[in-house]
């Protein structure tokens, strides 16, 4: 199993750019998204004169002679009780986002909110797609039967793309047949983003960020979000080298609830950290979810040898490996490093390792009362259905 160095490979990204640094918004992407740039103070008297056209020097003035209140003596006191308004200068009220309600830490509670309602239902639809699946193996193990019986009967086509398809589809792996879907998602919303007509949707949902006015969907569209081509490319390369052991360490059902909670946890992480550091900005990419897959292979299987892509005389163990991550993103988000969002990558990590050490006892072994509410459901148990439906079963 080849593992990709963590500073190349597991990368989300503090905006869109790639490696660029912090993404900027140009000054019409500003308007378009309801940035407003400040008024202009005005100019006052003695800005006024300088930019009168010059002209031959004018006679003194009496200083005894009547004065015009609007033409005084810029030197002159001034009586602060006297307010001219056609010279006052307006105040002008300047709003940051990281200003003000932005910094307040109640903004956050309808994510905390989101995360363990989504978590729930993630989890939740596992274990009743476990469920189906298995009912239904009984039954495709007979179809399969009978397909393999015509298959025989009907003569070989030569050149047929659609059963090549199949034997490669076959020769693949469970895990890697699980994220081939999580792989074509990514590869969809990447070219979404290169099309200019969607560039306003894409940065108010597909980008998370604290201070943004979408504070819940983007927590988990973000996940599948990827603006530069490596990033996606080396994202989805680390999953898809981890996605075997993974998956036949936790099942496909119970794989795709892990890594859908694990994008809302990480981006839940990165929202309270943004928000404590007032340091905000959009941030996108798979690698807080892919953090929690490799967090959790490593915990189950610390022993196994893992090498660098490029490197592949210099092998370490899976437990040093995350050893070195998890301190290495401690130290970014500590600094204060906002090239990655280390906040991200860490609540990924943890929540990974929570996961194997507890969190599989708590929840997902515990789903035997929900599967049997369900199972009734469906087979119309209880005292006015009890019949044929619930001895068939």
């Known amino acids: 199993m080849a593992w990709t160095a963590r500073c ?9 750019e790639g490696f660029s640094g912090r993404w900027r918004l140009s000054a019409q992407q500003q308007q378009r998204c309801g940035f407003k740039k400040a008024a202009r103070k005005p100019e006052g008297r003695k800005g006024e004169e300088e930019l009168a056209p010059s002209g031959p020097p004018s006679a003194p003035r009496d200083p005894a002679g009547p004065r015009d209140p609007a033409h005084r003596d810029p030197a002159a006191p001034r009586d ?19 200003d003000g309600p932005y910094r307040d830490f109640r903004r956050l509670v309808k994510p905390a909110f989101f995360t363990v309602g989504f978590t729930g239902c993630a989890f939740g639809g596992a274990a009743l797609w476990q469920y189906e699946s298995l009912k239904s193996r009984v039954q495709s193990y007979f179809d399969q039967v009978q397909a393999d019986w015509l298959e025989k009967l009907r003569p070989k086509k030569r050149g047929d793309l659609r059963k090549d398809v199949n034997q490669w589809w076959n020769s693949l792996s469970e895990g890697q047949r699980t994220v081939t879907g999580i792989i074509a998602l ?16 894409m ?10 006015k979408a504070l819940c969907s983007p ?11 490596f990033h996606l490319a080396a994202n989805m390369y680390v999953l898809w080298s981890f996605s075997s052991s993974a998956v036949s360490m936790l099942g496909r059902e119970q794989f795709m609830a892990v890594y859908l909670s694990a994008g809302v946890i990480s981006t839940l992480f990165s929202y309270v950290a943004k928000t404590a550091t007032g340091r905000f900005g959009p941030s996108l990419g798979a690698s ?11 915990t189950k299987m610390p022993e196994s040898k893992l090498a660098i892509i490029f490197l592949p005389m210099f092998t370490f ?22 090239f990655f969002d280390h906040a991200a990558h860490l609540g990924g990590a943890l929540f990974g390792i929570w996961y194997v050490l507890f969190g599989h006892e708590l929840i997902w072994k515990n789903r035997e009362p929900f599967v049997k509410i369900w199972h009734e459901f469906r087979t119309g148990g209880g005292r006015g259905g009890g019949g044929k439906g619930g001895g068939a079963a």
Not at 81 to 92: L, S
Not at 203 to 212: H, K, L, V, W
Not at 320 to 331: G, H, T
Request: positive net charge.
């Open 8 to 16: 190349v490979a597991l990368l989300r990204l503090t905006g869109p």
């Open 80 to 98: 602060p009780a006297h307010k001219n308004p056609a010279h006052e200068e307006p105040r002008i009220r300047e709003h940051s986002h990281r």
């Open 186 to 201: 990514n590869a969809l919303v990447f070219c979404c983003w290169r099309i200019p007509a969607l560039q306003r949707t």
């Open 203 to 212: 940065i108010r949902y597909f980008t998370a960020d604290p201070a943004s």
């Open 219 to 229: 927590m988990l569209l973000s996940t599948f979000s990827h603006y530069s081509f």
């Open 288 to 298: 807080g979810a892919i953090m929690t897959v490799l967090a959790a292979v490593c």
């Open 317 to 338: 163990t899976a437990g040093n490996a995350l050893k070195a991550i998890v301190a290495l993103d401690s130290a970014g988000l500590i600094l204060g490093w906002r």
